[in-house]
């Protein structure tokens, strides 16, 4: 089983702020990661598949880049809505493994 | 406009057994490959088990394979998950969600609200 290790788990930001999220892989698995974004209460939402490519109606402070064994996930210009617990997941092996996602809070 | 709709959650006792059903709509539902992913309360998320769009290929974690079967049936527009020999550790919110694949990868573009299963005596 290919394990996904977020990093950090919680991190404190501000409006404005640009925001890395990291994801490893425990083997490599190519470019085949996902990001998804779930605010409380609600379903989670695709943000990025193929590791960079943003899904239809995402803004573009959204981004996604990493091969093999590290992504990242950067939000350029923080917003409020922003706020989130955001996960990777990557489908290059079965299982389907996803991280222990990453909270964004308020500073 | 897709929508995915589960039901059939519910309270049920360690070692029973329970059906989820998750209706689709909006979408031609045989085409596309299709997933349940869970949700322990306040913990992170799991892939559960995937089903293909003609039910060629399924795939299961390790920790339900042997205990759930995902089927669907076309002909309903509906996605299944049969859970047995139910354990305290799959309490959990269970999303159907639709499975998409486009240039050479995979995503869950489409997911449902959710259903939530308890396993308690």
């Known amino acids: 089983e290919t394990v996904m290790t977020q990093s950090p788990t919680s991190m404190s930001t501000s409006i404005g702020e640009r925001v890395t999220l990291n994801c490893k892989a425990s083997?490599?698995?190519?470019?085949?990661v996902d990001w998804y974004q779930q605010t409380p209460g609600q379903s989670p939402k695709l943000l990025i598949y193929?590791?960079?490519n943003r899904h239809t109606g995402v803004p573009d402070r959204f981004t996604g880049s990493g091969f093999g064994r590290d992504f990242t996930l950067t939000i350029s210009n923080m917003e409020a809505e922003d706020l989130a617990v955001y996960y990777c997941l990557q489908y290059g092996s079965i299982p389907r493994t996803f991280g222990g996602g990453t909270k964004l809070e308020l500073k | 406009e897709v929508q995915l709709v589960e039901s059939g959650g519910g309270l049920v006792q360690p070692g029973r057994s329970l059906k989820l059903s998750c209706l689709a709509s909006?979408?031609?539902?045989?085409?596309?490959?299709m997933n349940w992913i869970r949700q322990a309360p306040g913990k992170g998320l799991e892939w559960v088990a995937s089903?293909?769009?003609?039910?060629?290929?399924?795939y299961y974690a390790d920790t339900v394979k042997g205990r759930f079967t995902i089927s669907r049936d076309n002909a309903k527009n509906t996605l299944y998950l049969q859970m047995t020999s139910l354990r305290s550790e799959d309490t959990a919110l269970y999303y159907c969600a639709r499975e998409e694949f486009n240039y050479g990868s995979y995503y869950f573009d489409y997911w449902g609200q959710g259903v939530m299963v308890t396993v308690s005596s």
């Open positions: 909006g979408f031609t539902f045989s085409n596309y490959g």
């Open positions: 193929g590791a960079s």
């Open positions: 089903i293909s769009s003609s039910s060629s290929y399924i």
């Open positions: 083997q490599s698995v190519g470019i085949n």
